[in-house]
């Protein structure tokens, strides 16, 4: 028999991430079956389960998919030793999301939908909590970093904390998810304009002010 390549088994990782992320992202994560995400792939049962054991891995796939996109994104800000803004960091994550990750190219999918299931999911299942929890930790974090090169370069109050200062700013893009899904007339550029001045405006305040 001829032996399985890397590509291959990476080939065939990749269809059936982009099958399950279709039908959940049109029918929903409980309307989704294993079954269903078989069938859809077009492999057989064997073949899918020898990649995923489950649905909530194959979910979790696919939003490390989405997570990759946004490590790249904060590679290109933070090279170089950068110090971006805060602004300039959420613009950069936004603009990402909407150029990359709305329709992404590997399952052609909006991936925001299935994160807002994830999201719901989240709050039942202990497997995609703690799978959450890694995933916006870790998006947290690079706010967090961007943050710390503002307070080197002085100009972010020192004794503000990084990672509250972060989650700020990862609820500004997550707000931006969740208004365009469910608000009709969220639009990018209006949204980021509204960022924009909210940012430069407000100032971080410090722990010591609690």
Same mark, same amino acid.
Request: hydrophobic share 45%.
């Given at each position: 028999m001829p032996r399985v390549t #890397? !590509?291959? =088994? /990476?080939? @065939? @990782?990749a269809e059936i991430v /982009? %099958? %399950? %992320? @279709? +039908?959940? /992202?049109?029918n929903g994560f409980h309307a989704t079956s294993m079954a269903d995400i078989i069938s859809e792939s077009g492999l057989s049962a064997g073949a899918v389960y020898r990649y995923f054991r489950s649905k #909530? #891995? +194959?979910?979790?796939?696919? %939003?490390?998919t989405a997570l990759s996109t946004a490590d790249e994104a904060f590679a290109d800000l933070l090279a170089d030793g950068a110090t971006p803004s805060p602004e300039q960091a959420v613009t950069a994550m936004i603009t990402a999301i909407t150029d990359r990750i709305v329709c992404d190219p590997v399952t052609g999918i909006d991936l925001t939908r299935i994160g807002m !299931?994830?999201?719901s999911e989240a +709050? =039942?299942?202990p497997e995609l909590s703690a799978r959450a929890n890694e995933v916006y930790r870790r998006l947290r974090g690079n706010f967090a970093e961007v943050v710390r090169r503002r307070q080197a370069a002085g100009t972010l109050p020192a004794d503000a904390d990084p990672e509250q200062v972060g989650a700020a700013m990862l609820s500004l893009v997550q707000g931006f998810i969740l208004q365009r899904l469910l608000v009709t007339d969220t639009d990018t550029g209006g949204y980021l304009a509204g960022m924009r001045v909210l940012l430069s405006g407000t100032p971080v305040f410090s722990r010591a002010a609690d």
């Open positions: #890397e !590509q291959y =088994r /990476a080939d @065939r @990782r /982009a %099958a %399950a %992320a @279709r +039908l959940v /992202a049109t #909530e #891995e +194959l979910i979790g796939s696919v %939003a490390e !299931q994830v999201w +709050l =039942r299942n």
